[in-house]
């Protein structure tokens, strides 16, 4: 009977270490929650089989932008009828990204550029590793995901001045817009000073995260159009934004560049 007992014992413990390392040897590839999309280009240049070795060293470009790190395999050299899947694996300070190829063999080598976009990242900073389809190393690196800003809000001036009114006179348009910015704490301030747009306008600004800043795109929702033109200054707040070096761009409601302007905000 103690014999049995040990017997089972036994078998439990083995169960046990086989769950263990069928965890460990069977890691989670694209993760839930995030959005993998990989796309491969065509190739960039070839060479016959026999033809000797490659001259491009192939290298891995990391970037970051909103909630999206975006890893490209620069100069993969691979067989001209590559289909490159890359699958994503979550690791304990980032991510790695595993190159496999599914295509039909060819008797010439290609190269190709592999890029790889994992969105829906939280902000923090990540060390990514890139395997080509022999698993072996091509390279890795950190990238960043700065914190997001908290909200924003715009703001617009009364009419400052009518430079043109219907039936009237078109008077010289002697204010020039321009782009001024400050800080208070984590508060951003953008001013577009002197836009010239319809009176009846309401302007707001749409603000968008770049990787070296913030990018406003203002719009007009009015409903009622009016036979004047006016300058107005226009005022975005941006809150939560933490130390750092920001370029602000604001763009216009046809999209056109206005200005732009470079803010520095210290660590506290």
Same mark, same amino acid.
């Given at each position: 009977?103690?014999?049995?007992?040990?017997?089972?014992?036994?078998?439990l413990g083995l169960s046990f270490l086989l769950l263990v390392c069928s965890? $460990?040897?069977?890691?989670?590839?694209?993760?839930?929650?995030?959005?993998?999309?990989?796309?491969?280009? %065509?190739?960039?240049?070839?060479?016959?089989?026999?033809?000797?070795?490659?001259? !491009?060293?192939?290298?891995?470009?990391?970037?970051?932008?909103?909630?999206?790190?975006?890893?490209l395999h620069q100069d993969a050299f691979?067989?001209?009828?590559?289909?490159?899947?890359?699958?994503? +694996?979550?690791?304990?300070?980032?991510?790695?990204?595993?190159?496999?190829?599914?295509?039909?063999?060819?008797?010439?080598?290609?190269?190709?550029?592999?890029?790889?976009?994992?969105?829906?990242?939280?902000?923090?900073?990540?060390?990514?590793?890139?395997?080509?389809? &022999?698993? &072996?190393?091509?390279?890795?690196?950190?990238?960043?995901?700065?914190?997001?800003?908290?909200?924003?809000?715009?703001?617009?001036?009364?009419?400052?001045?009518?430079?043109?009114?219907?039936?009237?006179?078109?008077?010289?348009?002697?204010?020039?817009?321009? +782009?001024?910015?400050?800080?208070? !704490?984590?508060? +951003?301030?953008?001013?577009?000073?002197?836009?010239?747009?319809?009176?009846?306008?309401?302007?707001?600004?749409?603000?968008?995260?770049?990787?070296?800043?913030? %990018?406003?795109?203002?719009? %007009?929702? !009015?409903?009622?159009?009016?036979?004047?033109?006016?300058?107005?200054?226009?005022? $975005? $707040?941006?809150?939560?934004?933490?130390?750092?070096?920001?370029?602000?761009? +604001?763009?216009?409601?046809?999209?056109?560049?206005?200005?732009? !302007?470079?803010?520095?905000?210290?660590?506290?």
């Open positions: 009977m103690r014999m049995r007992h040990y017997r089972i014992a036994a078998i965890k $460990t040897k069977n890691p989670v590839k694209n993760p839930a929650g995030l959005k993998v999309e990989f796309r491969q280009s %065509d190739c960039q240049g070839y060479l016959k089989q026999g033809a000797g070795s490659s001259e !491009a060293s192939d290298t891995v470009i990391l970037s970051s932008h909103g909630d999206t790190i975006s890893v691979y067989q001209c009828c590559a289909r490159i899947k890359v699958e994503v +694996v979550k690791t304990l300070g980032g991510y790695d990204l595993f190159e496999s190829d599914t295509g039909e063999p060819c008797n010439c080598m290609c190269f190709f550029d592999i890029t790889t976009e994992i969105s829906g990242l939280p902000d923090g900073t990540y060390f990514i590793r890139v395997f080509d389809t &022999d698993g &072996d190393p091509v390279d890795s690196g950190t990238v960043d995901i700065p914190p997001k800003y908290g909200a924003f809000e715009s703001f617009q001036s009364e009419c400052k001045s009518h430079s043109f009114k219907a039936g009237g006179q078109a008077l010289s348009d002697t204010l020039r817009d321009s +782009v001024l910015v400050w800080f208070v !704490a984590d508060t +951003v301030w953008v001013m577009h000073k002197n836009a010239f747009e319809n009176c009846c306008s309401i302007i707001l600004s749409q603000v968008e995260r770049t990787p070296q800043g913030f %990018d406003l795109f203002e719009y %007009d929702t !009015a409903t009622d159009w009016c036979y004047c033109i006016c300058y107005f200054d226009f005022t $975005t $707040t941006i809150y939560g934004v933490p130390a750092g070096v920001y370029l602000i761009r +604001v763009f216009d409601t046809v999209g056109e560049f206005v200005g732009e !302007a470079e803010l520095v905000i210290p660590s506290a």
